[in-house]
């Protein structure tokens, strides 16, 4: 079958305008919010806050928010991924410094692990039948007991006998800018590709579109589900490697980083119901996250209040996404 026998939404070229207003919608509230910040804030607009604060926070959110905008274009979720993070840096941790394997060799193996948990993800839900909440569930709490397991009694893993792993995070290949935006901006453009230019991307979607009409097509569906639970597995190893040479591998990692990733994706513009989503969306719902927690605290906000204002807009982007669902099929 060629590409062009794919079913995909129907709408075509307003399909396609939805999604770069809702893009511009996004960015507009990105843009907004630090204005308002910079403006009672008197550090807020300096390089080294937006730099070494807003960026560098955005960092591992934002790398797991990648692998979850394929998750959930197809119509599923994926909790696993803030615990599944914690595990990937304790592997890199147990590889690189108990094993003291070749640095390349340690962050292939974190990265086939990464894999390897998407993979059973989509094979639980795929193949056994799994509805995603639950099987992801079950996934996020194997990792929750593993991250305590690799960690030999809850004990961290440093790699400052290892500076060249260190500088993956750390390191400055530009100056003032740290390796792990880099690291991000290069997982985004790769996300960006094969959302948008393989077969990957365009069978993401007509899941997420029509899943039923998508395997009467003759397209394996159950497969594909598989690689995209794959992808977004080495995602998660990803970040686990990022987070590992940021700070160390610590048994308490990854902790309420699933929320925050789904949160992105969802302010991004991703739609929970499937078929419609951007990477550049889900970028700019990791910078606004990551604008809001650090104007917050730059106003002493409480912590709790934090939660509170984060929760109040992933609730209004996901009714703005509910209207948007209720006027497009009203225009159908």
Avoid: H
């Avoid at 939805?18 to 910079?38: M, P």
């Avoid at 550090?43 to 807003?54: A, G, K, T």
């Avoid at 992801?136 to 990792?143: F, R, V, W």
């Avoid at 912590?303 to 099929?329: E, F, H, N, P």
């Amino acid at each position: 079958m060629t590409s062009a026998e794919v079913p995909v939404a129907s709408g075509g070229m307003s399909d396609s305008v939805r999604l770069r207003l809702q893009q511009l919608g996004a960015f507009a509230g990105l843009i907004i919010i630090v204005i308002f910040f910079a403006i009672v804030s008197d550090n807020f607009f300096s390089y080294d806050n937006l730099v070494n604060n807003v960026l560098v926070s955005v960092v591992l959110v934002g790398i797991l928010a990648l692998g979850g905008t394929f998750v959930i274009i197809t119509g599923g979720i994926d909790l696993s991924v803030g615990f599944g993070m914690g595990v990937m840096g304790m592997i890199a941790g147990r590889t690189l410094i108990s094993m003291n394997l070749p640095l390349w060799l340690g962050i292939l193996l974190t990265l086939l692990a990464g894999a390897l948990i998407g993979f059973i993800n989509g094979f639980n839900i795929s193949i056994l039948g799994m509805p995603p909440f639950i099987a992801t569930l079950a996934m996020m709490l194997i990792c929750q007991g593993l991250r305590i397991v690799l960690s030999d009694g809850g004990a961290s893993i440093y790699f400052d006998k290892l500076p060249a792993f260190q500088d993956i995070a750390n390191g400055e290949l530009i100056p003032k800018v740290p390796n792990q935006v880099l690291v991000f901006i290069g997982a985004a453009i790769i996300a960006w590709i094969l959302l948008n230019r393989t077969l990957l991307g365009r069978y993401t979607y007509a899941i997420g579109s029509n899943e039923a009409a998508t395997a009467l097509s003759g397209i394996n569906t159950r497969k594909w589900k598989i690689i995209v639970y794959t992808v977004a597995g080495v995602f998660t190893g990803l970040a686990g490697i990022v987070s590992a040479a940021r700070l160390g591998a610590s048994p308490a990692a990854g902790t309420g980083y699933e929320l925050q990733a789904i949160a992105a994706v969802v302010i991004g513009g991703t739609s929970l119901a499937g078929g419609s989503g951007t990477i550049v969306g889900t970028v700019i719902g990791a910078l606004i996250i990551g604008v809001l927690n650090n104007g917050l605290q730059t106003m002493s906000v409480p912590q709790q209040w934090q939660y509170v204002i984060l929760g109040v807009v992933i609730l209004i982007a996901v009714y703005i996404d509910m209207l948007r669902k209720r006027s497009t099929s009203t225009l159908g």
